[in-house]
């Protein structure tokens, strides 16, 4: 009688367990979306800049020594923003991708309770593993980005000296 219980208790464990794997990678998604939205209010505040600039060149207003070195300032930084952007965008898309996974890998576990074949049994660990895989090229993607933010402060940094 106890049988059914413990192997109910047992799917449910197993059902479950890439929900690690789910709100590991949710932490991941929230950091990065963060940054990414802090990137493009960035990009946002730099274009309105360089839109200052341009309407005072538009109007032949000569712009000063500081203020043509703060507009190639301004180019570098939003050249590098925007791969940083990129790299976002990338690190976003394949931690998404692999919550997707890890939520197939649990409903497969779920059918593989109720149906079993060769195929449904090796289904839930392959799917549960590239979803690993895309978290992996999520975090390099992620670490790209902190090379690059490093870089566009040390552009912001030589610009004010």
């Known amino acids: 009688m106890s049988e059914p219980i413990i192997s109910g208790i047992e799917a449910i464990q197993a059902i479950l367990a890439p929900a ?27 274009n309105e800049e360089r839109r200052r600039y341009h309407i005072k060149i538009s109007r032949n207003e ?14 570098s930084q939003l050249k590098m ?8 965008r990338n690190a976003i898309l394949y931690i998404i991708g692999s919550i997707f996974l890890f939520v197939i890998s649990s ?13 449904l049994r090796t289904a839930p660990i392959l799917v549960f593993s590239v979803g690993m895989i895309m978290v ?8 790209m980005d902190v090379v690059n933010s490093y870089r566009v402060t040390e552009i912001e940094v030589k610009g004010e000296i």
Do not use: D, K, W
């Open 62 to 75: 000569e712009p000063g020594a500081y203020e043509q070195f703060r507009y190639s300032s301004i180019s």
């Open 81 to 88: 923003l925007n791969e940083r952007c990129r790299e976002l």
């Open 20 to 46: 690690l794997g789910i709100s590991a990678t949710a932490l991941l998604l929230l950091n990065m979306h963060n940054r990414f939205s802090i990137t493009i209010n960035r990009i946002r505040l730099l």
């Open 136 to 143: 992996l090229i999520g975090i390099v993607y992620s670490a």
């Open 107 to 119: 409903l497969l576990i779920g059918v593989n309770i109720f149906i079993s074949t060769e195929i």
